[in-house]
């Protein structure tokens, strides 16, 4: 059974950081690629960032640019998310999700790609 399973989100102070975590089970972790993807109340889910499955394509959403950072330890089963410099706007529950991808170096933040979906953790910045 596969399951992902995100962590970190809190309450944080605008210009703060946090740092989310996104651990899979019952698959292959480095065969897939992973996104982040994050909802705010009243707003459709959008892509964040993506990783490739050998971690070296990352794609970020040009609201986070120069601001957060994916990465990911393969030994862990493990992909991050570096948040700085947080914003009331960044403010929305945060999903991460898998896919296979056969292409080691390609990942997108495409919802309808991924196959495999975590129940997100909250992310909430005060102003």
């Known amino acids: 059974q596969v399951q992902v399973v995100e962590s970190g989100g809190a309450l944080v102070q605008a210009g703060g950081s946090l740092r989310l975590s996104c651990t899979t089970s019952?698959?292959?972790?480095?065969?897939?690629?992973v996104g982040w993807f994050r909802q705010a109340p009243g707003k459709e889910r959008e892509g964040v960032s993506c990783?490739?499955?050998?971690?070296?394509?990352?794609y970020y959403n040009d609201s986070v640019k120069d601001r957060f950072s994916i990465s990911r330890d393969n030994a862990k089963n493990t992909v991050y998310l570096q948040m700085n410099s947080l914003q009331p706007e960044d403010t929305a529950m945060y999903y991460c999700?898998?896919?296979?991808?056969?292409?080691?170096?390609?990942?997108?933040?495409?919802?309808?790609?991924?196959?495999?979906w975590g129940q997100g953790t909250q992310v909430t910045v005060s102003s």
């Open positions: 999700a898998a896919v296979y991808r056969r292409n080691y170096g390609y990942c997108s933040v495409t919802i309808d790609d991924y196959t495999h």
């Open positions: 019952g698959l292959t972790f480095a065969e897939y690629a």
């Open positions: 990783v490739s499955r050998n971690g070296e394509s990352r």
